[in-house]
Every structure is written in structure tokens, then in C-alpha cells.
């Protein structure tokens, strides 16, 4: 059975860094595309990162040069780095795994950031 | 990376059919074969409807009532039958090209 756990999410000030985790299930991370997506509270789902299974990465401009996508084969996990973060980067981050390359199949439950002072 | 357009709301009584539209441009959802659809239920994850515009995924159960079209730069997806599970808030998602997605703002559907 496919299941994502993220953790990791939190308080934290503007400016400050997180790292969140996305321990996985049931298939093999570095084998599969990878995605963030988040949440602002009340809002509707925003892309944030993808890793390809190569290990190239892509960002949405929103978080470009703050965010960074990484992998780990022996834990069979997913991280997202975020530095300098903003208000504006409060919300539920999700993890996903992108099936055929280019749709969510499989969601995590989320982790909730928030960022304020 | 602007966000597709939804309508806000829609609403239908049980039994009814409703199409959600799903509106972008010719460089996403007129550009490729890649749209989907989640169904989020409150304080719930998104799950996955439709992919390819028109495909269900299986064997994941999503039931027959829900189907997905597209026409141009416009998607849809419609619920036929509706029933008060299918009460819930969905989003159309598109490929945008150099590995960038853009979701739409997400419409909650209301079962009268």
C-alpha cells in the first residue's frame, strides 16, 4: 500500500528555515517524480517543486533560490529545504508523487507551516 | 504561472448533474493532453479524479459519475447523479510546460 508521512512543519519566524520530510511507502522514492504542493489556509493548492526520478528539479517562481527539493535513497525520503521564509509561505504542505510524469496520484496528509513573528 | 480560472461555486440537488469549467490558456490547458481534477474533502488531502483530461484512474474506485472533458483552453468536469458525499471543494490542475504545474483556484460544490 502507497502511503507518504510528511513532518516537520511548524512555527517559525520570517526569515527562519524549515525542513520538511516526507517519509514513504510502499514504492521507491528516488524511482519516481516527486512533487510539493501546498495550501494557505483557505486557499486553494499551489505547485511548488518536482524532482524527476534523474534528479533534475523545478521550482514555481514563488519560491525559486528560497526553496530547495531533495531526496534520500536510503530512508526512502523526500525533504523540501525552505529558507528566508515569508508569511506568505504559510499553509499545508503536501507531498506527491507525480504518476506517468505528470499528475498527483498519491498525497501525503500535509504538515502545516506557519511563519510569523 | 497564473492560476486556471474556476467558478467559486456551483450547486446541485442529488440526482442532478453539475460541470465544473475549467479555464487556462494555449500554453497549458490548450497546449497539452495533462489536465486533472481533485476532490478535497475538509481538513482532508486531495484525491485524485480525473487525469488526462478524461481518464479515471483505476483501480482506485473513482465511480463512473464522474467524467472530464476539454474543449480549447477549457476543461470540465462533470458529476452526474450527484450525492451528498460529493459534497466537497474541487481543482483542475494543468501541465504548463518546462516542468511547471498551475492548479485552478478550486470551486466548492454544494449538494442542496
Known amino acids: 500500500e502507497v502511503q507518504m508521512v510528511e513532518s516537520g512543519g511548524g512555527l517559525v519566524q520570517p526569515g527562519g528555515s524549515l525542513r520538511l520530510s516526507c517519509a514513504a511507502s510502499?514504492?521507491?522514492?528516488?524511482?519516481?517524480?516527486m512533487s510539493w504542493v501546498r495550501q494557505a489556509p483557505g486557499k486553494g493548492l499551489e505547485w511548488v517543486s518536482v524532482?524527476?526520478?534523474?534528479?533534475?528539479?523545478y521550482y514555481a517562481d514563488s519560491v525559486k533560490g528560497r526553496f530547495t527539493i531533495s531526496r534520500d535513497k536510503s530512508k526512502n525520503t523526500l525533504y523540501l529545504q525552505m529558507n528566508s521564509l515569508r508569511a506568505e509561505d504559510t499553509a499545508v504542505y503536501y507531498c506527491?508523487?507525480?504518476?506517468?510524469?505528470?499528475?498527483?496520484?498519491?498525497w501525503g496528509q500535509g504538515t502545516l507551516v506557519t511563519v510569523s513573528s | 504561472q497564473s492560476a486556471l480560472t474556476q467558478p467559486a461555486s456551483v450547486s446541485g440537488s442529488p440526482g442532478q448533474s453539475i460541470t465544473i469549467s475549467c479555464t487556462g490558456t494555449?500554453?497549458?490547458?490548450?497546449?497539452?493532453?495533462?489536465v486533472s481534477w481533485y476532490q478535497q474533502h475538509p481538513g482532508k488531502a486531495p484525491k485524485l479524479m480525473i487525469y488526462?483530461?478524461?481518464?479515471?484512474p483505476s483501480p482506485s474506485g473513482i465511480s463512473n459519475r464522474f467524467s472530464g472533458s476539454k474543449s480549447g483552453n477549457t476543461a470540465s468536469l462533470t458529476i452526474s447523479g450527484l450525492q451528498a458525499e460529493d459534497e466537497a471543494n474541487y481543482y483542475c490542475?494543468?501541465?504548463?510546460?518546462?516542468?511547471?504545474?498551475?492548479f485552478g483556484g478550486g470551486t466548492k460544490l454544494t449538494v442542496l
Open positions: 488526462e483530461d478524461n481518464k479515471r
Open positions: 510502499g514504492f521507491t522514492v528516488s524511482s519516481n517524480y
Open positions: 490542475c494543468s501541465y504548463a510546460g518546462s516542468s511547471t504545474w498551475v
Open positions: 524532482i524527476y526520478s534523474g534528479g533534475s528539479t
Open positions: 494555449s500554453s497549458d490547458v490548450g497546449n497539452y493532453n495533462l
Open positions: 506527491t508523487r507525480v504518476e506517468n510524469n505528470r499528475h498527483f496520484d498519491y
